[in-house]
């Protein structure tokens, strides 16, 4: 999986905080005006100061929904195989440990000032230089809501992390597809 693949999957690991620092810092009057006339340049370009770091975010919404496609489609040439699965621990709870360690403490930066947010803004970028240098772009709670699940597995005598859509069980044959070094997506093949 190319480096960039793995900016856009910890950007889509991120998709939680994005939506909150939008709920949050979202600036609009909310009058509602049938049959009123768009807003002149001027007020919309003040609309879009208020709202910047909103609209940044709802950029990194656009990227990372790009990236998650890109994943998708990665993820479909699933074909080596059939291995079968001889050890298996559910690691499901990787997801939470990444948005309780990572996305959850972010939420609390006050981001009412230029200073706060550039903060922020290097605090991402140190946590996504860690976040593709260690590989965990697995742990990605993001693809736990859209049905993704985590093992850690033993097959043909070696270990290896794999990510499924389905539930894989002791005995389970599997079809892969390499991702990184020990990290494969799985799909149930025929048992063996």
């Given at each position: 999986m190319s480096r960039l693949v793995k900016v856009g999957m910890y950007l889509l690991s991120l998709w939680?905080?994005?939506?909150?620092v939008i709920v949050n810092k979202a600036d609009v009057d909310v009058t509602i005006c049938l049959g009123?006339?768009?807003l002149p340049r001027p007020a919309l370009a003040t609309?879009?100061?208020k709202?910047?770091?909103p609209?940044?975010?709802?950029?990194?919404?656009?990227?990372s929904s790009i990236f998650y496609a890109l994943f998708v489609k990665i993820i479909s040439g699933a074909k080596d195989g059939p291995i079968k699965i001889e050890e298996l621990e559910d690691k499901n709870a990787e997801h939470l440990v990444f948005l309780a360690t990572y996305v959850i403490p972010l939420v609390g930066f006050s981001l009412d000032s230029l200073r706060q947010m550039?903060?922020?803004?290097i605090t991402l970028l140190l946590l996504g230089a860690i976040y593709i240098k260690t590989d965990l772009f697995y742990a990605n709670p993001t693809l736990s809501l859209l049905g993704f699940k985590i093992f850690n597995v033993k097959a043909q005598g070696n270990t290896a992390i794999l990510i499924s859509r389905e539930e894989?069980?002791?005995g389970d044959s599997v079809n892969v597809?390499?991702?990184?070094k020990k990290i494969f997506f799985a799909r149930k093949a025929t048992r063996i």
């Open positions: 939680l905080l994005f939506m909150l009123c006339a768009f609309l879009a100061l709202n910047l770091l609209l940044v975010c709802v950029a990194l919404l656009a990227a550039i903060n922020l803004g894989i069980e002791v597809l390499r991702l990184d």
